[in-house]
């Protein structure tokens, strides 16, 4: 049975087509009306849902100066409540944004058939009634058979079950300052899909890990065989697997010239060893130094980029790990970058990394994955001057990866730094907490559906809460964020208690 909390009513210049105010009813029956409650009204069009944004509390007896000033001077103001009982004229307005007017397909009011936009204001004197969860749970676009449970809806409680398909197809953005919850919530998605049930379907997860903030994930006896650490101290990029053109993405200063050059040693290199196709950087380097014709100048230019190449220690005869046998479905294969400092290699792996799991997706020899990409910013800049080799691949992955079933999750704590071209195209966004007046411009830059209130309101989140909005949802809706299954022993120490364990390692 649908529970009426109060009567539609003209109120300043309300209602309108977006927004219509109501009284609210004085006993509601334990029933607690707050913003962000869910509510609905019927209206001449149908039945306009709406989220009550405001309530302003009114009192005729104290908008007068004279009666304030009686009330405060007034010794014992139980005779003044006797002669002037304020209380009974006190009444709560909730003033409501119109989300959607719901068309049903059948008088029980349970089966929605379509929603659609609101042409007509709601009519005074109407009934208002809290939305029943099955209805909003229709309504914001929830899963309640194989979502993923994210947490619970403010206010309602009920659970977050978000679908999906419509939240990794189309790729989604996890923003937040530092400390606000962004690995805590990229915890919670990755138990969820590690966990669902396997003839639901789930694809396999490859996470960049800067920091090393996953790795409590294998020592999870649920997930024993589930994750794979992958340590980038002993990662290898397979030579042979490389043209001459992506020698120049990884050394920009070698020419045309020198281009031409390279090419014709490495399809010298490929001829010779057609049985074995093994050859290292040192090979193509001996090869050019053994050629007695050729350009002398330009032969030792390409041996001092090679060179430098070499002693980044990242390239080998053939590639570690072999990227077509790490993914798996509902498998996590973590890439841990702690012990990496510097940002142009860890951008050449991120890069490598990107460009042949999305080749190997698109030759279908590897099922469909979601890439999560941690620290995004590092590997994806906004500023032209800040060149990264890596975000060319994940721009085209962002704008191109939806078609081969190849899913991108950005994480960043700077969104004003992250390529505005990746971020717009990540059709779902969870917002924690951001309070940078320059991201937040950022993010409205990036996408339509954050507007300044919008803005306004994910400064003033918690810890915990977030706002998703974009694919995964109808509407945007607000979200506490569940609590983790598992926790790494790492966050439970205090950073006294770390203090005090503490103990210098002694230099061999």
Not at 256 to 265: A, C, D, G
Not at 266 to 275: A, G, S, T, Y
Request: charged residues 25%.
């Amino acid at each position: 049975m649908a529970i009426k909390v109060g009567t539609v009513f003209n109120y300043l210049q309300l209602p309108n087509v977006s927004k219509f105010a109501f009284v609210i009813n004085k006993r509601q029956d334990g029933t607690f009306i707050q913003k962000g409650l869910f509510v609905y009204t019927k209206s001449s069009e149908g039945f306009l849902i709406g989220i009550i944004e405001e309530i302003v509390l009114l009192n005729e007896y104290f908008t007068d100066a004279l009666t304030i000033k009686a009330f405060n001077n007034n010794d014992n103001p139980n005779i003044l409540k006797g002669l002037f009982p304020s209380e009974d004229f006190e009444f709560a307005i909730a003033v409501v944004k119109c989300l959607g007017l719901i068309k049903f397909r059948d008088k029980d009011m349970k089966e929605i058939e379509r929603v659609q936009r609101m042409s007509y204001p709601a009519s005074p004197g109407k009934g208002v009634y809290i939305v029943e969860e099955d209805i909003l749970n229709k309504f914001l676009g929830f899963d309640i058979k194989f979502g993923l449970n994210l947490g619970q809806v403010k206010v309602t409680n009920s659970e977050a079950l978000i679908n999906m398909n419509r939240l990794l197809n189309k790729h989604f953005a996890i923003l937040s300052i530092s400390g606000g919850g962004k690995s805590y919530l990229t915890s919670v998605l990755i138990e969820e899909l590690l966990t669902r049930n396997k003839d639901f379907g789930t694809p396999s997860i490859i996470l960049l890990d800067v920091h090393g903030e996953y790795l409590y994930l294998k020592d999870i006896p649920e997930f024993k065989d589930k994750v794979k650490i992958q340590d980038i101290s002993y990662f290898q990029i397979g030579i042979p697997k490389l043209s001459a053109y992506s020698f120049k993405k990884y050394q920009e200063q070698i020419s045309t010239v020198q281009l031409r050059e390279l090419s014709k040693y490495i399809k010298k290199l490929r001829k010779e060893r057609i049985k074995k196709n093994q050859y290292t950087l040192n090979d193509i380097i001996e090869e050019i130094e053994n050629e007695s014709d050729g350009n002398k100048s330009t032969k030792q230019a390409l041996i001092g980029w090679l060179s430098e190449l070499e002693r980044l220690f990242l390239f080998g005869s053939q590639e570690n790990p072999s990227l077509d046998k790490v993914v798996n479905n509902q498998e996590i294969t973590i890439f841990n970058f702690q012990k990496e400092i510097s940002i142009r290699k860890k951008q050449i792996i991120v890069d490598y990394i990107c460009y042949r799991l999305f080749d190997l997706r698109r030759k279908n020899n590897i099922p469909p994955f979601l890439l999560v990409v941690e620290e995004a910013h590092q590997f994806c800049p906004e500023a032209a001057h800040s060149k990264a080799l890596s975000k060319p691949i994940i721009e085209m992955l962002a704008r191109e990866g939806r078609k081969f079933m190849a899913c991108l999750c950005l994480i960043s704590q700077r969104p004003k730094k992250l390529s505005t071209t990746a971020l717009s195209q990540c059709n779902s966004k969870l917002v924690l907490n951001i309070k940078n007046p320059y991201d937040l411009k950022h993010l409205m830059d990036s996408s339509e559906a954050i507007t300044k209130e919008y803005a306004s309101m994910i400064s003033s989140l918690g810890v915990g809460e977030m706002l998703l909005m974009g694919n995964a949802v109808n509407y945007p809706v607000f979200i506490d964020v569940r609590k983790r299954r598992y926790k790494s022993k790492s966050e439970e120490i205090s950073l006294a208690q770390f203090c005090l364990n503490w103990q210098k390692k002694e230099l061999k």
